[in-house]
């Protein structure tokens, strides 16, 4: 009984009042049905959601329960729930059925209207319209469901429910709610029924039921479970609201039996109790208090938050709800006043004390009905034991309990008005919900231990399982080695000795090449030891020559200013003399030809002052002239030999000091045109004797005068060469060597010159060659051709033969006689014309020797006689 009821103001009123002519008066109708509608929907939730569903093993009380209604919604406070009242009607008992024979009820119940009609008289009566109206037929299963079974669910769904049965003495109220009903089961009432369906409803692992059962008497709590216990105090939680009795025993229920043992228990201490104290138990209030906690679901739950997708370790670390819901069972004290005389026996304070707690209700019942601003919950102990009763957040059921006898129409009428006013109270119904933090702390405990034994087990499991693949492992190596033994003994062996076999020979044969590459490289290093001492040897070598080069280097300056010096004078000399013969050309073909010059005679100095030269300086010395690096000494010393060259006194000399050699080395090695006339020249004057013309020969002067002739442009150089290559030609043991290597194409190659100085060489060369040729086919050892006819000359010849250059032509006309001396060559000849130069020589030719020979050949050969006689001419 809240000393407040402000939270009642603006909830859906349920009021009524009493007319003047004693007709109820239902102000909101509509209203009214709306709360009887919603009787079982107390819980806020149950009419939207569908979460909350009821058990099958509890039926839900039906539409016509009086036990509660939500009247409207209220988040923060909760849920509007008016105090139900029942009235219940006792039938009519013996006594009664005789005294009151002859008179009627003094109520007459209209169930179906939920009306009680209360006689004034006999023509008068008074109408109350209560929650539900129990008739005196209505059994105890259907007063428990319409009072009772709606607030046992709210306890069972976290609400506190009290249901509590008012009335005077004899009308049943112990009947209504103290049954037993061990005999007669239909008659059990609300108590046994009420934990029936608990326990029923509750899960036994998760939800527990205890319960206390307490006696009020004279402001005294007495537990009825350990009667010795007669002094139990209340203690308020001023925070909560709550009163609780710590001292009260406390009985945890696990089934039926045991709670009607207690209940019978109780009822047994009760009487004794009773009688100990003299008293009646009608005077004394029986309060059973059945605490029923439940773990719910958080889902469920009103405290569990919106946030639905908590993490997993937010969900465990979550503390379970629990609802704590509190059903109080009150069977009060009659209602009928103590007669204050304490005809009982009492004295006035005993009396006053006696009825305190249950005037004490009626008033906090009247402050609540009345919405007065006290309540004076304060002022017994019933009233603070039930301050959540009325006007708190309790769900309340009041059953007021009536006889039939008008005798007691009094008493009735009292206990009416106060159904009708407790009928006004409205409680704020609210769930007991909290997290329960030892069940949390308890099952993480749990749930730790687990897992420490899991982690444990795994652990081992992880181990045996290590040990297990190790030995495994080790068991299938063991497999393929023996395996691999095998297949190597096997099959697969033959090749691998083949393999190692080819290896092994590849091998070898590597070492092998890689030893005989190293004995090359000792070879090669031996060698190159070898070399370079060699080397060294010769560097000395080297540096003894330089020596001697330089010392020689000297005495050349010294000689070339010497030579200078001679030149000079040789020069001086030449001046001085006629060009006269120096030298006469050796040879039968020369004195043929006395005009021939001696080449050298006008070049090179008389041979006077070539004697003082010799006496001088000395052979040799101007010998190794000619291999002097400087190419001006060269040009002097070479003239100086081709002037001594010009003496045939010297030319012995010349040769022996081996000046043939050196003259013969400086026309193969020197470029220059000069060196090259004046050395041809010495070697025409060297090529006069028979034996030097052997040595130039053997020592292949032929080829070297023959390049030069190709080779040359000057008219003198090649005079000089064409000379010398005359001079061969005379010798009749170099015939066929003239002809082999190429001495007669080099004589004939030189016409190309027109210079008649070298024609006349050429002549004479041509001359010479015919002559020996002559000479050996006279002497039988020369047959077939001539050679020079062979190798192309005769044409040149007969071109050249009428030349008016008298050199030239003389030449020419002795060897046109010489080649027509035989006939082999005659045909040729004829074909060449050269018959005709043959016959212009017998007749026109000066030199008479020349002429007699051309006659006495054209008449002697049978050729040519032919050949004129076939051209007609008369000739010899
Ligand atoms: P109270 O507890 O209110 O003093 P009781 O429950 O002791 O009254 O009832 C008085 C007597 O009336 C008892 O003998 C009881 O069996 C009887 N009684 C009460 N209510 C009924 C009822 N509804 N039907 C039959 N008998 C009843
Ligand atoms: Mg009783």
């Known amino acids: 009984m809240a000393s407040s009821n402000s939270h009642r103001n603006g909830g859906v009123g349920y009021t009524s009042s009493i007319t003047s002519n004693g007709t109820k008066v239902i102000t909101d109708r509509q209203q009214q049905q709306q709360l009887f509608s919603s009787l079982n929907s107390i819980n806020p939730k149950s009419s939207t959601t569908s979460s909350l569903k009821p058990k099958s093993s509890l039926r839900r009380s039906s539409t016509g329960s009086i036990a509660g209604s939500a009247t409207a919604k209220d988040e923060s406070r909760g849920v509007r729930g008016r105090v139900r009242v029942a009235v219940r009607l006792r039938p009519r008992n013996a006594e009664e059925a005789v005294a009151d024979a002859d008179m009627p009820d003094c109520v007459e119940l209209q169930p179906e209207l939920k009306r009680l009609k209360l006689r004034r008289n006999n023509w008068d009566s008074d109408t109350f319209e209560f929650d539900e109206v129990l008739t005196e037929f209505a059994s105890q299963k259907r007063v428990y469901e319409v009072v009772a079974k709606p607030v046992v669910e709210g306890v069972l769904d976290g609400y506190n429910g009290t249901v509590m049965a008012y009335g005077q003495t004899g009308t049943g109220k112990t009947y209504t709610l103290a049954r037993l009903g061990e005999e007669d089961k239909s008659a059990r009432g609300i108590m046994v029924r009420a934990l029936e369906d608990i326990l029923a409803e509750i899960s036994p692992e998760t939800d527990s039921v205890s319960i206390s059962y307490l006696q009020l008497y004279m402001e005294t709590i007495q537990d009825l479970l350990q009667p010795t216990n007669d002094r139990i105090s209340i203690i308020?939680?001023?925070?909560?609201?709550?009163?609780?009795?710590?001292?009260?025993?406390?009985?945890?229920?696990?089934?039926?039996?045991?709670?009607?043992?207690?209940?019978?228990?109780?009822?047994?201490?009760?009487?004794?109790?009773?009688?100990?104290?003299?008293?009646?138990?009608?005077?004394?209030?029986?309060?059973?208090?059945?605490?029923?906690?439940?773990?719910?679901?958080?889902?469920?739950?009103?405290?569990?938050?919106?946030?639905?997708?908590?993490?997993?370790?937010?969900?465990?670390?979550?503390?379970?709800?629990?609802?704590?819901?509190?059903?109080?069972?009150?069977?009060?004290?009659?209602s009928e006043r103590i007669d204050k005389s304490g005809s009982e026996g009492h004295t006035l304070e005993e009396a006053k004390s006696i009825n305190l707690s249950l005037s004490a209700l009626g008033k906090c019942i009247n402050a609540l009905a009345e919405n007065s601003p006290h309540v004076p919950v304060r002022d017994s102990k019933l009233t603070r034991l039930l301050r959540d009763s009325f006007g708190g957040t309790a769900r309340t059921s009041l059953i007021v309990t009536i006889g039939p006898s008008p005798q007691h129409r009094g008493e009735t009428a009292s206990t009416i008005m106060f159904g009708q006013r407790a009928m006004k109270v409205e409680n704020m119904l609210k769930i007991k919900e909290e997290f329960d933090y030892k069940s949390l702390s308890r099952r993480l405990d749990i749930q730790l231990d687990k897992l420490i034994a899991?982690?444990?087990?795994?652990?081992?499991?992880?181990?045996?399982?290590?040990?297990?693949?190790?030995?495994?492992?080790?068991?299938?190596?063991?497999?393929?080695?023996?395996?691999?033994?095998?297949?190597?003994?096997?099959?697969?062996?033959?090749?691998?000795?083949?393999?190692?076999?080819?290896?092994?020979?590849?091998?070898?044969a590597a070492e092998e090449e890689i030893s005989s590459l190293r004995n090359e490289v000792?070879?090669?290093?031996?060698?190159?030891?070898?070399?370079?001492?060699?080397?060294?040897?010769?560097?000395?070598?080297?540096?003894?020559e330089s020596q001697e080069k330089a010392k020689l280097e000297e005495e050349i300056a010294a000689l070339q200013s010497q030579l200078l010096q001679l030149s000079f004078e040789a020069d001086e000399t030449r001046r001085n003399l006629d060009k006269g013969e120096m030298a006469k050309l050796s040879g039968d073909l020369d004195s043929l030809l006395p005009q021939s010059n001696h080449q050298s005679s006008r070049d090179f100095g008389d041979g006077a002052s070539m004697a003082k030269l010799f006496e001088q300086v000395g052979l040799q010395k101007i010998l190794s002239l000619l291999e002097a690096d400087d190419a001006d000494v060269r040009i002097h010393a070479v003239k100086v030999v081709a002037n001594l060259a010009a003496e045939e006194s010297n030319q012995e000399r010349i040769v022996e000091a081996g000046g043939l050699t050196s003259l013969l080395m400086l026309l193969r090695s020197s470029d220059d045109e000069t060196i090259q006339r004046v050395a041809a020249g010495a070697i025409a004057n060297l090529a006069m004797s028979e034996t030097n013309q052997e040595l130039i020969v053997s020592q292949g002067g032929l080829e070297l005068l023959s390049t030069t002739a190709a080779n040359a442009n000057d008219p003198q150089t090649l005079r000089m060469v064409a000379g010398a290559i005359a001079n061969l030609c005379g010798n009749d043991k170099l015939q066929m060597k003239l002809?082999?290597?190429?001495?007669?194409?080099?004589?004939?190659?030189?016409?190309?010159?027109?210079h008649p100085d070298v024609l006349a060489q050429v002549a004479r060369g041509i001359a010479n060659f015919a002559k020996c040729e002559s000479r050996a086919f006279t002497q039988g050892t020369k047959m077939g051709r001539s050679l020079l006819i062979e190798d192309g000359a005769l044409p040149w010849i007969v071109q050249n033969a009428n030349n008016e250059a008298s050199p030239i032509r003389r030449h020419i006309e002795l060897a046109l006689c010489h080649l027509a001396q035989h006939e082999v060559n005659a045909k040729d000849m004829i074909t060449a014309r050269a018959l005709w130069e043959l016959v212009r020589i017998s007749r026109d030719c000066s030199r008479d020797d020349i002429r007699n020979l051309a006659y006495k050949t054209l008449t002697h050969s049978p050729a040519f006689q032919a050949e004129l006689r076939r051209l007609r001419i008369d000739y010899g």
């Not at 652990?459 to 492992?473: C, G």
């Not at 001492?533 to 560097?539: A, D, G």
Request: a positive charge; hydrophobic letters at 35%.
């Open 739 to 754: 002809r082999g290597e190429g001495g007669i194409k080099a004589l004939l190659g030189m016409v190309r010159c027109r």
């Open 522 to 544: 000792a070879q090669w290093k031996r060698l190159e030891a070898a070399k370079s001492s060699e080397i060294l040897k010769l560097r000395k070598l080297l540096e003894d």
């Open 236 to 334: 308020d939680d001023p925070k909560t609201g709550d009163v609780s009795l710590p001292g009260a025993t406390l009985v945890e229920i696990k089934d039926q039996k045991t709670f009607v043992d207690l209940l019978s228990l109780g009822e047994a201490h009760r009487f004794a109790a009773n009688t100990k104290l003299n008293t009646e138990s009608s005077r004394s209030h029986a309060i059973l208090m059945v605490n029923v906690k439940r773990s719910i679901k958080g889902k469920d739950s009103a405290l569990s938050v919106e946030n639905g997708n908590a993490s997993h370790a937010a969900k465990i670390l979550k503390p379970p709800i629990v609802r704590r819901g509190k059903l109080v069972i009150v069977d009060l004290a009659g």
């Open 454 to 508: 899991e982690n444990e087990r795994q652990q081992k499991t992880f181990q045996d399982e290590i040990q297990r693949i190790a030995s495994e492992a080790q068991k299938r190596i063991a497999e393929v080695e023996s395996n691999y033994a095998g297949a190597l003994e096997s099959t697969e062996i033959n090749e691998f000795k083949k393999l190692l076999q080819n290896e092994t020979l590849l091998r070898r």
